[in-house]
DNA sequence: ATGATGCCTTGACTTGGATCAAATGAAAGC
DNA sequence: GCTTTCATTTGATCCAAGTCAAGGCATCAT
């Protein structure tokens, strides 16, 4: 069973208090958000929502990593989202989902009805506002994955993606950002593959040959070592600075 | 010179209104916005901005298609939006863009200058509300396109960008969407690789495919007839109704 | 008409990543 | 310890799409 499962019952001290979709919302809108929230706690590898069903809730990620997937018929699999914590998770307005929802690793969710949030968009600036703009950037993100997908060798979708989560982990441990990165793998070989569009077999071999080069070092399978930071950096493709966005 | 130049000054008679940001406008909310709007036109093939310009205005598309593109260094670019009437550019609250914006075809844009827009976001709720659920959209499009990314065919990422083109192109013209669909490819081969991650070779080998086939037929490069529209979407890979979102 | 210019098509060849198939390792239950 | 299970690595082969290279076909200016 899941060992981190969330205590919090007050926002005040919540991780993700800073970064998520109430960030902006003076002290009496978070009592008010307080009232209507609740947790849900998922372990890994759960389902969360299957593509079609009704959403009868929105959530911000509080800590664990979940990802959005769409299935073709036959089968093939691409991942189409991400969400680490404080990412948000739901679509004000639309009642079904048109991707699955699983939990990658043990997940905790802050969630509001679907109602009760769409009503306080209405009544709230300072969610709605909040809520456009993350929305916004994780749109400019998934351009930036078009761009991974479309153009990138197998090679560079690699060091894209370690240095994505690097960077993620980082901002969150709120470490220095300077050359040497330490961070764990959230995602199987498989996963990777699917957020990639490549097979876990070419995941493995790119993960080996970046070990082999020297550009990243490995404990166990998932546990990573960067040396030079700037060196992966090199690998992605991108000019210098790497892309994320701001 | 463009003769498709737009002559509308009144926002009554405006073929997008009821489509765009302003789509939920009061009338009193609507004047506003018709005071401090204003057009600019683009001619097929003149770029709008640069990725990393200051962008000092947002708009909607009222006739046209503009593009957003990325680049790498090496030159190698990938297509990440496509702005056809009624889509909005812009990010409200982000200063720089991190994407070219070019004219595809003949354009023209309904203008707002950044600052008003912004403070117009802020104290109306029905311009706010709309913006959210259009971005929400284009997310979910966006989403939409990484599975064609990363795990189509050339085939199918053909026939999944004919029947995009299509369907926008009937929901427009408000003609009937049976069987029997004839449009015209706003797009040259090299945009339509682009868009679809594909060299324009091979684009053109799998449009030639579809027609040896006979699931589309051409009149000249760019006039697209679709005898039988299900076939077409039978080529794309999708689960039978073919995933326009909505 | 005659080039010149810009798309677009087609052909021949190459290759990066997929596919198929074992083998290895690591954790979990008995 | 031993077996099962699941994730990962590695190898051998194949093929879809890329690359390189002509040629065709409009449009436009001279």
């Given at each position: 069973m899941n060992e981190t499962t969330f205590r919090l019952k007050d926002c005040g001290t919540c991780p993700i208090r800073f970064n998520a979709v109430c960030a902006r919302c003076e002290p009496d809108e978070m009592a008010h958000l307080d009232r209507i929230k609740y947790y849900r706690n998922y372990e890994a590898g759960q389902p969360i929502v299957w593509s079609g069903d009704q959403m009868d809730f929105v959530a911000s990620v509080v800590t664990g990593v979940a990802a959005l997937t769409q299935t073709?018929?036959?089968?093939?699999?691409?991942?189409?989202?991400?969400?680490?914590?404080?990412?948000?998770?739901?679509?004000?307005?639309?009642?079904?989902?048109?991707?699955?929802?699983?939990?990658?690793s043990d997940l905790t969710l802050c969630c509001f009805r679907r109602k009760p949030f769409e009503d306080l968009l209405l009544s709230n600036p300072n969610v709605s506002q909040r809520l456009l703009e993350m929305t916004l950037n994780e749109l400019?993100?998934?351009?930036?994955?078009?761009?991974?997908?479309g153009r990138k060798t197998a090679r560079e979708k690699i060091a894209s993606l370690l240095s994505i989560i690097a960077r993620r982990d980082a901002s969150l441990h709120s470490g220095r950002t300077t050359d040497g990165a330490r961070f764990e793998l959230?995602?199987?070989?498989?996963?990777?593959?699917?957020?990639?569009?490549?097979?876990?077999?070419?995941v493995s071999r790119q993960i080996s040959?970046?070990?082999?080069d020297g550009i990243i070092e490995l404990q166990g399978t998932r546990q990573v070592h960067v040396p030079d930071f700037g060196a992966l950096l090199a690998e992605t493709g991108d000019d210098s600075d790497g892309g994320m966005p701001e």
């Open positions: 073709m018929e036959d089968g093939r699999t691409q991942m189409v989202g991400l969400l680490l914590p404080s990412d948000f998770l739901g679509h004000p307005g639309r009642h079904k989902v048109v991707y699955d929802v699983t939990a990658v400019d993100s998934a351009r930036e994955w078009m761009l991974v997908l959230p995602l199987t070989r498989e996963a990777m593959a699917d957020y990639l569009g490549l097979t876990l077999e070419t040959a970046l070990k082999r």
